[in-house]
């Protein structure tokens, strides 16, 4: 939806492409995050091409900054992850790639974007994962599984934002929630429960290259934790991840 909205806000056409069964047939049983990664890659090329011959299209413009292929490795550089718009690129493309940022850091990426008159929900918009969700679901992607990330990333944005705008903290510059794999016991009423963990990520950070986690105040904490498991019945306990990058990523894979 947020994407629509800037694309009607800026006057770019924007054609939508459902294709959500097709990716979550591609990962199906897949669990290895590289694994992932190189499978959302291949298939997104694979959809741009059916689509860029329907349009006569000849050009795949991509948003790759500069941390995407030095994460990705090769020419010497330890490997990271390989991101889906480098190191999950097929070797073979029908299309011609084109990646004007690609040398630059999200920092620099804000700059130009203000310098070209781009509304701030464009601009100052965090940064959100290539290969979307299924980095946020640890282990097996799953539709259910996928909609408890956007169902606890929603409440992990509002509350955050609001919170920003009451001058009660800082909004960080990268703020969701995870899901992890395992479930945990716990109560509902007087039953007992069996049910998944969220883990909420907020950092600090310029380039993205590094990040450090952000100081969210407790009664924001609780408040979050006690929406996400009130509102998402299949969740039933939920962290606060205090990694720094280095030693974590920000995204969980």
Not at 104 to 130: D, N, T, W
């Amino acid at each position: 939806m947020e994407v629509k909205r800037a694309a009607r806000e800026t006057k770019v056409p924007l054609k939508v492409i459902e294709a959500s069964d097709r990716f979550f047939s591609a990962l199906w049983e897949v669990i290895d995050p590289e694994d992932k990664r190189k499978k959302i890659g291949e298939l997104f090329i694979r959809i741009f091409e059916e689509e860029a011959k329907k349009d006569q299209v000849s050009f795949l413009i991509q948003g790759t900054i500069a941390p995407d292929w030095i994460e990705s490795g090769g020419g010497g550089r330890d490997k990271i992850k390989s991101h889906h718009n480098v190191g999950g690129l097929p070797e073979k493309m029908g299309l011609k790639l084109c990646e004007p940022l690609r040398e630059i850091y999200k920092h620099e990426v804000r700059a130009v974007a203000r310098e070209l008159g781009l509304p701030p929900g464009i601009s100052e918009r965090q940064p959100f994962p290539g290969p979307a969700l299924a980095v946020r679901v640890v282990g097996e992607v799953t539709p259910e599984k996928v909609e408890i990330v956007q169902e606890a990333c929603a409440i992990v944005e509002e509350e955050l934002e609001n919170a920003a705008k009451q001058k009660k903290m800082e909004l960080p510059w990268q703020y969701f929630a995870a899901l992890l794999p395992s479930k945990t016991v716990g109560v509902r009423g007087d039953e007992r429960a069996y049910q998944y963990t969220v883990i909420v990520r907020a950092v600090r950070s310029l380039d993205g290259m590094t990040a450090n986690f952000s100081d969210i105040p407790y009664e924001i904490l609780q408040k979050i934790s006690t929406r996400i498991t009130n509102e998402i019945r299949s969740v039933g306990r939920v962290t606060y991840d205090i990694t720094n990058k280095p030693p974590g990523t920000i995204e969980m894979e």
